[in-house]
């Protein structure tokens, strides 16, 4: 089991930017295809980026894309979630996950898929408003 710790979030204006940060323990982070979800307010978790386990293939959902990066910190173990041009509609609960089996799972434009995602961090909070 990767324990997955995220942290970043907060009350940002429109347009504003924030990085999250998804620490890995117990694991290394390089063997896992890494996704970053999120969960609006009254909306199920939506899957918005992901990175594969070698940083080869990284893809973002339509709406993120464009204003949203995803590298990784592989000496520090850590996945980021670097956001740009923060809109009201990016307020939510966002989450890091690992895939399983690791590095196997598909990374594409549709976003990364929930259910090929096995374990997650406990999610940061971030709030667009002005």
């Known amino acids: 089991q990767v324990q997955l710790v995220e942290s970043g979030g907060g009350v940002v204006q429109p347009g504003g930017s924030l990085t999250l940060s998804c620490a890995a323990f117990?694991?290394?982070?390089?063997?896992?295809?890494v996704g970053w979800f999120r969960r609006a307010p009254g909306k199920e978790r939506e899957g918005i980026s992901c990175?594969?386990?070698?940083?080869?293939?990284?893809a973002y959902s339509d709406s993120v894309k464009g204003r949203f990066t995803i590298p990784r910190d592989k000496a520090l173990n850590t996945a980021y979630l670097q956001m740009t041009d923060l809109k009201p509609e990016d307020t939510g609960i966002y989450y890091c996950?690992?895939?399983?089996?690791?590095?196997?799972?598909?990374?594409?434009?549709?976003?990364?898929?929930?259910?090929?995602?096995?374990?997650w961090g406990q999610g940061t909070q971030v709030i667009v408003s002005s």
């Open positions: 996950g690992t895939d399983w089996p690791p590095g196997e799972t598909p990374c594409t434009a549709l976003g990364p898929k929930e259910s090929d995602y096995n374990d």
């Open positions: 990175i594969s386990h070698t940083g080869a293939v990284i």
């Open positions: 117990g694991h290394t982070l390089g063997h896992y295809n």
